[in-house]
């Protein structure tokens, strides 16, 4: 009867631990990211055939993204963010594919109240900047400048601003400056 006992005892401590153990969550998360943003200078004019001209403007686009969250020990109102993503800008044109890329690179530290608002800032750049014409002019690439970004949000959503240049083979500059609207989701890992 007592080695029964305390079998039922070992076991029922070992189900409390484990149930802990999986309920205690990691302070690294997988994040997940969409924006859309505005603003910017135009890098190129698209001409349409009922006299129509539409300006792509070189922060405008919408961004979906993946990353990491790490939330600091012992100062959990202080978080760490990295994010890799796809930035796209399309014209309504329907034969022919014009196109704006984008592969924007974002870290930030943000402080959080009460798991609810959040203040970030960090640096951003944008890689493989391409301007596809879709057959109708000339591609061309653009480099960024890493510049400073900033947010401020409440939950799962954020308003941002990020401050940015482009530049060409002929060392002409086009501001990326952008205003955003961005959705994320941080999915906690267990321990």
């Known amino acids: 009867m007592i080695k029964q006992l305390l079998v039922i005892v070992f076991l029922f401590t070992f189900q409390s631990l484990q149930g802990q153990e999986i309920k205690e969550k990691s302070n690294l998360g997988f994040l997940i990211s969409g924006a859309l943003e505005f603003g910017g200078e135009p890098v190129a ?20 993204s993946v990353g990491l969250e790490y939330k600091i020990p012992k100062a959990e109102q202080l978080r760490l963010r990295g994010l890799i993503g796809f930035k796209y800008l399309t014209t ?27 203040f970030g800032m960090g640096i951003s750049t944008h890689q493989a900047v ?39 083979e002929f060392n002409q500059y086009y501001s990326a400056n952008a205003f955003g609207i961005t959705l994320s989701h941080v999915f906690s890992f267990n321990r």
């Open 45 to 64: 004019s698209i001409s349409f055939t009922n006299g129509d001209v539409i300006d792509m403007h070189a922060g405008q686009g919408g961004t979906i």
């Open 130 to 168: 391409k301007f596809n014409a879709g057959g109708l002019g000339s591609n061309f690439k653009l480099d960024s400048t890493a510049g400073p970004v900033f947010e401020f949000g409440y939950k799962w959503v954020a308003l941002s601003y990020t401050l940015m240049q482009y530049s060409n």
């Open 92 to 118: 309504p044109a329907e034969n022919v594919h014009i196109r704006l890329t984008r592969v924007p690179i974002v870290f930030t530290g943000n402080y959080v109240i009460k798991d609810a608002w959040r």
